[in-house]
């Protein structure tokens, strides 16, 4: 299976503006019996800014939408309609302001996925190790980003600062930026937080390979690049993959050589489990 085009939001899709955790909880529950409104409304009703040319409202749409928190169509005359995606019903009972740090990883992953995130969001996490390694200058990865994606004034945009504000993304520890250089980091293990990360391997899996229930390792990491935005080293790969096997997620023959990965489970039966085992 050849590397896939990405099919995300694309580098301006945020206007500026990084994602808020306060504007997602809000959104999240003006969601929750289903809402109709115009950008205005939204405003009012939330009190997320918006103004007459640009504002916050539009963008965070388009980042609950990447991040599984909401589904929003638009009709012609301006009026958008929201309701809660899967992820978010889970979101409304177990964490509605969005403050755990599992939450804010799943946030992440949802927004770096291939297929339904943001195009910016997965070259940098999911495509860019060959080319900037664990750590590199911010001009470096802004060069990467360009070259992958177009020159575009947007980029980086607020890739690099999601992860700087506590108001966004700066708990999931997945990257920090000391003056000119930035680190990635890696998904924290403890066993509780595998429940979630199966459910997004699964989901960029169902995505990127639609239908699809048996693959070798090697193809679905290459359409998906779930493992190299996780950031883990080959043994914490092979430990997940073992524990999938042992929760009857997966199944992986190993007899080929290259492993090859059955789904047993699809994303949405794994749901209910996501929160189950946290203390």
Known sequence: MTQQPIQGL???????????????????????????????????????????SS??????LKYALAMGITTTSAAR??????????????????????????????LHLML???????????????????????????DAATSFLTQELGNSSSLPGPLFSTYREEASLARTGMLTVDRNVISR?????????YWAYAYCWLTYWEQTAPGVQQLPHSELE????????????DQT?????AWTTAQGITRVDRQTGTPLVMKIKRSNELTAQIYSELL
Do not use: M, N
């Open 10 to 52: 694309p580098p301006s899709f945020h206007e500026t503006f990084f994602p808020d955790r306060r504007h997602l909880s809000a959104l999240l529950k003006l969601a929750k019996s289903g809402y109709k409104g115009t950008i205005d409304a939204i405003s009012a009703d939330t009190g997320i800014p918006t103004g007459k």
């Open 55 to 60: 504002g916050k409202v539009l963008p965070h």
């Open 77 to 106: 005359d301006g009026v958008y309609t929201l309701q809660l995606a899967p992820l978010g019903c889970l979101f409304a009972v177990e964490d509605p302001l969005l403050h755990e740090p599992l939450t804010q990883l799943i």
């Open 112 to 138: 770096s996925r291939p297929i339904g995130g943001a195009s910016a969001w997965h070259v940098f996490f999911g495509r860019s190790r060959l080319a900037l390694g664990r750590a590199s200058t911010v």
């Open 185 to 193: 980091g890696a998904l924290p293990t403890p066993q509780e937080f």
């Open 222 to 233: 290459a359409a998906s690049r779930f493992f190299e935005g996780s950031g883990w080293a």
């Open 237 to 241: 790969v092979e430990d997940f993959l």
